[in-house]
């Protein structure tokens, strides 16, 4: 029997941090049972760890975890299967060139880190007091939060043509992820298949920094209320996370 699996971005998709109950109790159920007939769940997040743990708590045991928009890939006793680096002197550079205008963290050793604390980062922060301290951090990506969708396009463009040979930059509505080049939820895909006995892996997700994770699974699965072109690039639109498991678990073996 193939071992199948399930990745699913976590804000906006299996987390509802808005709401007061931040986890759907149809997700929750689907997950377990999914879990129960054999088969595998985790996340794929442009989070650290500590911020997947901090709120899921003991409410989904998690098979594998793909964090930092695919820095990181974790599995399920979170034993490192790869990681990927931004260099000090990169992550200095484009700190310092957008603190002035937006809120600039800086993920590490799965842990956020800044010079100041941002209370428009939904994650504890720990202060740095000098930049010499990044020497000794894994840094595996930076967030920036813009002020709009647009300006956040434009953040992207920016990155890219100024670090071509350094970053990936992926724009989650009004925020910018950026990590090592080579590195993204869909090449993380690949790498977690290659390290486990999943043969069809599926992803779900609701922005546009799940367009590689979309584009490279077996099968995926977006929102209605999804922005129009991830919509195009899913097999299927759903309402929650259960109703993907549910269409999963239909599948021929």
């Not at 804000?11 to 149809?26: E, P, Y």
């Not at 925020?175 to 892996?201: P, R």
């Not at 609701?206 to 919509?231: R, V």
């Amino acid at each position: 029997m193939n071992m199948i699996g399930l990745a699913s971005d976590f804000d906006g998709t299996l987390f509802h941090g808005k709401q007061n109950d931040v986890f759907l109790s149809c997700d929750l159920t689907a997950i377990q049972r999914f879990q129960q007939n054999g088969n595998l769940f985790g996340v794929c997040t442009g989070r650290p760890l500590h911020a997947i743990l901090d709120v899921t708590l003991d409410r989904i045991s998690y098979d594998f975890y793909i964090l930092s928009s695919g820095a990181v890939v974790l599995d399920r006793e979170k034993n490192i299967l790869f990681q990927k680096c931004l260099t000090p002197a990169v992550t200095e550079a484009i700190f310092v060139l957008y603190q002035n205008q937006f809120s600039v963290v800086i993920q590490g050793d799965n842990k956020v880190y800044s010079f100041q604390k941002s209370n428009d980062m939904p994650t504890k922060q720990k202060i740095l007091a000098s930049f010499d301290e990044l020497n000794s951090i894994h840094i595996y990506g930076i967030s920036i939060m813009c002020n709009s969708d647009e300006q956040a396009r434009l953040v992207c463009q920016q990155l890219q043509q100024r670090f071509p040979d350094d970053i990936e930059a992926f724009q989650n509505l009004h925020y910018v992820d950026i990590v090592s080049k080579g590195c993204s939820k869909g090449a993380a895909m690949d790498i977690l298949k290659q390290h486990s006995q999943i043969s069809f892996l599926g992803g779900i997700g609701d922005s546009y920094n799940d367009e590689p994770m979309l584009k490279q699974a077996d099968i995926s699965f977006t929102f209605h209320h999804s922005p129009a072109q991830i919509q195009q690039l899913s097999n299927y639109l759903v309402d929650s996370v259960a109703e993907a498991i549910h269409i999963m678990e239909g599948l021929p073996d």
